[in-house]
């Protein structure tokens, strides 16, 4: 079995989906996945489902999530449910079944290894395996307390980072005029992250292309004034005056 919380929290066996409707059962799958083999206090589940003013009958209200969720994930001929009371609180133990983020996770540190190696071919494969695992927004539209929400931030970021290394072995093994157009999309979703901007403007300098590199340089400039007051990093700056003074090093020949 394979938890799946990349997109819209579901749960795939056998090719078949399973999704929980009922939003404070989703709720409680997702933190004990977030925690998985690790034991979750009552207490902290309460606040995730019901925040600072839970109900009279918060407790009994989780027996029955609880229940639910037993039901939901109960397999055929299996005695073991992977939910188990463990006081203070209730465990999943994952045992053979897998999680989709700790394989994204796996495959991105595997890749950043492989950076650090310059093994760039490999790098690049193991980027896009994680970011295949990607259905859409972390959890979907689920939002609940100080746990998931801290969980979907980290795995965000996480992401980006994914892609902004993906973006460097790209460029060091010659990519540059086919990752332009997703180093677009990439500024446009993210016109804050400077990184996504040096890469484009590296890699369309490198595909002959230096009036457009140096337009990205001032629509990030304008971009961050506009929103921050702030001028472009240095990273940034430097990579416009190498452009301008048609610096050697940025080639990719010279890069290799």
Same mark, same amino acid.
């Given at each position: ?18 999704? $929980?409707?009922?939003?404070? $059962? ?22 995730? $489902? ?96 100080? $746990? ?109």
């Amino acid at each position: 079995m394979k938890y799946e919380v990349l997109g819209p929290l579901r749960v795939t066996e056998r090719d078949s989906h399973s999704s $929980i409707s009922a939003r404070k $059962i989703e709720t409680v799958l997702a933190v004990l996945l977030i925690r998985s083999d690790q034991v979750v206090g009552r207490d902290q589940l309460t606040a995730e $489902i019901w925040g600072d003013q839970p109900p009279r009958r918060a407790t009994a209200g989780l027996h029955v999530y609880i229940s639910q969720l037993r039901k939901f994930l109960q397999r055929r001929c299996q005695l073991d449910n992977p939910i188990v009371t463990q006081p203070p609180g209730y465990q999943l133990r994952k045992g053979a079944d897998e999680i989709d983020f700790h394989i994204f996770l796996q495959l991105m540190n595997q890749g950043r290894a492989d950076m650090r190696e310059r093994r760039f071919e490999q790098a690049a494969e193991r980027f896009e395996s994680a970011l295949s695992l990607w259905r859409g927004p972390v959890l979907g539209d689920l939002r609940a307390g100080a $746990i998931v929400e801290g969980f979907v931030t980290w795995l965000t970021e996480a992401r980006l980072e994914c892609l902004e290394m993906l973006a460097d072995a790209q460029l060091e093994i010659g990519r540059h005029r086919e990752f332009v157009g997703r180093l677009y999309s990439l500024t446009a979703e993210n016109p804050l992250r400077e990184t996504f901007y040096r890469q484009l403007m590296l890699a369309l300098y490198r595909s002959e292309r230096q009036a457009d590199a140096l337009k990205v340089y001032q629509a990030a400039r304008r971009t961050l004034h506009e929103e921050l007051g702030l001028e472009p990093c240095r990273a940034l700056q430097e990579l416009q005056h190498a452009i301008l003074t048609a610096d050697d090093q940025l080639d990719f020949a010279a890069a290799v």
